[in-house]
């Protein structure tokens, strides 16, 4: 992918990663696309609703156990076992003490929202952090050594079981406890798999050095993850108490969807680039073209996709879960407006924890989370609605700070970088016409109403790729032919 950036062996082995990262996160996408498929029949928004409130108390919570340290294990140039077991044991010790927290505030949590629901899963669903504590190491020691494969496999079997596992549940009517229990069992799994496929064990060892050394990069990196999950997230808070649970719920199916594809990119994009720029982080030529060449090729991806998800959004909704939930079509509309520099933000971000500037990090994610929130105080003016159009702000206000500063490790500019995805943009809205005049124009079943304009649009983007050689399209076809050719072989 950064052929002329690196060295063979290291081009590789980024090559695998991407692929492989792509089939575990575009598989997880078709799992999840089943999952909710079926799930948002059988369950009602009031379900989506309870799990969408309770979002910000386990995800801030998981930042906690999963984030800082372990990306510290990645940027290290050769963490030791010492380090390994030392970053082990302390997540544990996160784990269950934060899980004894959420267990005797859930009652409080309940009242506040005036759910008593709320108490019994928040005690449940939060086991999940122990859980995810005994896997961390171990997934890490595979991303820093670039062993994709094993990672996409152990994280897809994980989530075709946990999907079974809510999708039985919730057709003998457990309600919510399908979802709790869906979360259970792809962490149980994935920690399970973890340990039989990775060799490492931790050992009765805790260093205090181990620990200030990697605290030194990654506390500020922890800090940068906590602050981004809790503005990241404080939207549903507001939501869940201000408005009804069935608004928490459209608002959180919403964000389920347009989070599939968002997600999935950018966690490509940080599970390969993060340890490939690590490994550039002294040439600042090399990375600099390796950032380029992933954000351009990232994009000539995402801003189709995010627009061709605005133009068929009413069919799909209705296709994949029912009438019942066209009301949050609008806001999976907005918030696919955020997901077009979702790619950009997460690749500036990701460069600059590579090169070890976690302090930088820590130090304008205040600025951009500070500007956050007062965004979307303002938007509670104008609803749920403005509430989102605050959020994307945000998202663009967060996309120009982290190119600004990226851009001083790599000498890729925001004006370069803006300039640089522009064509995609054009494309992109151009095949988007064409879309939503076949929609306008044509009176199908609401089945062709999707699947028409998707064809229309694809084949109008590759078209026109073609027709104007962006160089992203060859880039594409010579990643995918030769495994397309040992497949035929």
């Known amino acids: ?228 999950s809790v503005c990241e997230n404080i939207q549903g808070l507001i939501i869940g108490r201000r408005y009804s649970v069935a608004d928490m719920g459209f608002y959180s199916q919403a964000r389920k969807m347009e989070e599939i594809p968002t997600i999935t990119i950018s966690h490509v994009v940080a599970t390969v680039t993060f340890p490939v720029f690590a490994e550039l982080q002294n040439d600042k030529e090399r990375l600099y073209g390796a950032v380029r060449r992933s954000l351009r090729l990232m994009n000539f991806v995402n801003f189709p996709l995010m627009i061709l998800l605005m133009v068929v959004a009413e069919p799909l909704f209705v296709v994949l879960f029912s009438e019942k939930w066209l009301e949050s079509v609008p806001y999976f509309r907005i918030l696919c407006v955020a997901g077009l520099v979702n790619c950009l933000q997460s690749v500036n971000y990701q460069v600059t924890a590579a090169v070890g500037r976690s302090r930088v990090l820590f130090q304008w994610n205040i600025v951009k989370r500070v500007v956050g929130l007062i965004l979307i105080f303002v938007g509670m003016l104008w609803g749920v609605e403005g509430i989102l159009w605050a959020v994307v702000a945000g998202f663009y206000f967060t996309f120009v700070v982290n190119a600004v500063v990226a851009s001083s490790s790599t000498g890729y500019s925001l004006f370069r970088q803006v300039k640089d995805f522009v064509p995609f943009l054009i494309l992109s809205v151009v095949a988007a016409v064409l879309s939503w005049l076949v929609l306008y124009v044509c009176d199908f079943s609401i089945l062709f109403m999707l699947l028409l304009p998707t064809v229309v649009y694809v084949g109008g983007y590759l078209f026109f790729a073609w027709t104007f050689k962006l160089p992203e399209l060859d880039e594409c076809v010579k990643i995918i032919r030769p495994y397309i050719n040992r497949k035929n072989k």
């Open 1 to 228: 992918m950064f052929k002329q950036f690196m060295s063979s062996s290291l081009k590789q082995q980024t090559i695998s990663g991407v692929l492989w990262s792509v089939i575990q996160k575009f598989g997880t996408m078709g799992v999840a696309f089943v999952s909710n498929f079926v799930l948002a029949r059988l369950l009602s928004p009031d379900d989506y609703g309870c799990i969408g409130i309770l979002a910000i108390f386990i995800i801030v919570a998981n930042t906690f156990v999963v984030g800082g340290f372990a990306g510290a294990l990645v940027q290290k140039k050769e963490p030791t076992h010492e380090d390994y077991s030392t970053v082990f044991y302390w997540n544990m010790i996160v784990a269950v003490l934060l899980y004894v927290a959420l267990y005797f505030s859930a009652g409080c949590v309940a009242r506040f929202y005036k759910i008593p629901l709320l108490q019994p899963v928040l005690r449940v669903q939060g086991i999940v952090l122990i859980i995810n504590a005994l896997s961390v190491v171990q997934l890490n020691k595979l991303r820093k050594e670039l062993k994709f494969k094993r990672m996409s496999i152990v994280q897809l079997i994980a989530a075709v079981l946990s999907v079974v596992v809510a999708v039985a549940m919730a057709y003998w009517g457990y309600g919510v406890w399908s979802l709790v229990v869906q979360q259970l069992v792809v962490s149980l799994v994935t920690a399970v798999l973890l340990w039989h496929v990775s060799s490492w064990r931790p050992t009765l060892c805790f260093s205090s050095k181990s620990f200030k050394e990697l605290f030194a990069y990654g506390g500020f990196l922890l800090f940068s993850d906590l602050l981004n």
